[in-house]
């Protein structure tokens, strides 16, 4: 049996799984966490990778290995190799005044759009840069480079023996990267950072970059979603909703998108194609900060959130725990609205935590349909995936059918498959393990519908989002 090894270096933890290349059954697999906080050294990150592939016989007989990777995160590197400072993670918005800056000083949303696709939030990494240049000018002037959390571990994978590599999908979330033309924007660098800095060499999606000092095939590697995207087998029609820490709702195009609304992110996904992408800072952590306030397990809050009725009782949680990205409100705080005397029952704050978070990329799935044409499917992953309330009440809120896998590291399998493509020169056909399908009912559209009336009206009346849609 040939192996391959595919690695998630994700926000709360980096899994490592190994596969068939063949069928892409998973044959072991290992994980390990990572530190908390928006601000992390690259080296924790190598850190868990190899505490993670520590575990005995892991990696034995793998002949080749691919990273996807959280994207965005910015990994500065001096003259030597070094770190320079801490990267700052896709959800620190720090740079949110930059961010602003930049789009303004290139001539508003829609020049971003039509430059890279994509309208610059905190998130992005160009708006990092800028907030290194004008915050801690001493560190920027160490910079030679800067690279990817995915490039810095192949990187490091490759025993820093060939120069740093990237894919088209991650370069494309710097937005120094038009992923249209497969160029860097080197004018956008220099606007965002002052001077240009050394990038890594953009990969082709089937393309060997390096081995390991074991000899290992590595392969180009990608960022998490895109990874997630080879794992489920996207095809267009369908969409993916993740749930991990960030909430993320994505397609697939054969033509870039260029949504000048900021609502979706104009990606390229990791075969040589696109993938719009909208993505919340708030996914799973707010049904666990909602699971610690009623002082429940995550399977209690799912079991208890299954007793309340659709719509929470009238129960309305905007899940901005964290701030928000899209919509672009990095300084909003979270709501709960509708609270009574009927109301107010631990029932329905559990469901309306999970219709709140749901809701947001349901939010983003309409407009998704506008960039991406039709989508009339929904496949859900991530860590929250997992949860029977977020399986079952996917279909009241997004009033479509809902696919679901048995647990299933998407984004690690999704890098594997990638290796294996890359050892054998073949995207390798692997199945998908669907647990089950759930077709929603005529309450559930309506059911849907409402949900997104009252949650739009509620985001209108307590927040300035202009260019809400409905
Ligand atoms: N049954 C569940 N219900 C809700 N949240 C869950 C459940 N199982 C795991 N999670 C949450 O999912 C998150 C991890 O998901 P994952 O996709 O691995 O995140 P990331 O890729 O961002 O590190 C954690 O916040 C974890 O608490
Ligand atoms: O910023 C984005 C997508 O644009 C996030 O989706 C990150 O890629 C982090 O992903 P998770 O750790 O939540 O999987």
């Known amino acids: 049996m040939t192996l ?7 926000t709360q933890s980096v899994k490592i799984v190994v596969c068939d290349a063949e069928t892409g059954a998973v044959v072991r697999s290992s994980r390990a966490p990572h530190p908390e906080g928006t601000a992390v050294s690259a080296a924790a990150w190598w850190d868990a990778y190899q ?13 080749a290995i ?24 896709w959800n620190d ?10 789009v303004d000083e290139l001539g508003g949303p829609q020049a971003w759009a039509d430059a890279v696709g994509t309208v610059p939030v905190a998130s992005m990494t160009i708006t990092k840069l800028r907030w290194l240049a004008r915050s801690e000018p001493e560190l920027a002037d160490k910079v030679a480079a800067v690279v990817l959390p995915h490039d810095y571990l192949t990187w490091e994978l490759g025993g820093r023996s060939f120069a740093p590599t990237t894919d088209r999908g991650d370069a494309s979330g710097t937005l120094y990267f038009d992923a249209a033309t497969n160029t860097y924007r080197e004018d956008l660098v220099r606007r965002a950072f002052g001077r240009m800095i050394d990038l890594p060499r953009v990969a082709a999606p089937s393309e060997v970059v390096g081995h390991t000092p074991d000899g290992i095939a590595i392969a180009a590697g990608t960022g998490d979603n895109m990874a997630a995207g080879l794992g489920l087998g996207l095809e267009a029609g369908s969409a993916v909703v993740s ?10 195009t054969t033509t870039p998108t260029h949504d000048p609304t900021g609502t979706v992110a104009g990606f390229a996904d990791a075969t040589g194609e696109f993938m719009p992408l909208v993505c919340t800072l708030n996914g799973a952590r707010n049904l666990v900060a909602t699971a610690d306030v009623l002082g429940v397990t995550l399977d209690e809050l799912a079991r208890l959130a299954l007793t309340a009725p659709p719509g929470s009782g009238g129960l309305v949680f905007l899940p901005f725990l964290e701030g928000e990205r899209t919509p672009s409100l990095p300084n ?7 609270l009574t005397l009927s109301s107010m029952k631990p029932a329905n704050l559990a469901r309306a935590a999970i219709e709140g978070v749901l809701w947001s990329l349901a939010y983003g799935v309409d407009v998704l349909r ?4 039709t989508i009339s499917a929904i496949t859900l992953t991530g860590g929250a995936s997992q949860s029977e309330a977020v399986r079952r009440i996917a279909t009241s809120v997004f009033g479509l059918p809902v696919v679901v896998t048995e647990a299933f590291e998407s984004v690690a399998v999704g890098a594997a498959r990638q290796a294996a493509w890359a050892l054998s020169g073949e995207l390798p056909t692997w199945k998908v393990p669907v647990a089950g399908r759930y077709d929603p009912t005529d309450a559930d559209v309506a059911a849907a ?10 985001l209108r009346q307590h927040f300035d989002v202009p260019a809400l849609k409905g």
């Open 4 to 10: 391959v090894a595919g690695v998630d270096s994700s």
């Open 51 to 63: 505490t993670a592939a520590r575990q005995p016989g892991l990696l034995e007989g793998v002949e």
């Open 66 to 89: 691919a990273v996807g990777g959280q994207q965005h995160g910015m990994v500065t590197l001096d003259a030597d190799g070094g770190l320079v400072r801490d990267a700052l993670l």
């Open 93 to 102: 918005t720090r740079s949110a005044p930059d961010a602003t800056d930049l």
């Open 243 to 252: 749930l991990g820490t960030s909430g993320t709702a994505f397609a697939r």
């Open 332 to 338: 909003a705080n979270g709501e709960l609205v509708g």
């Open 370 to 373: 506008d960039q991406a044409g």
């Open 449 to 458: 519908d409402d949900l997104m009336g009252r949650y739009t009206e509620v």
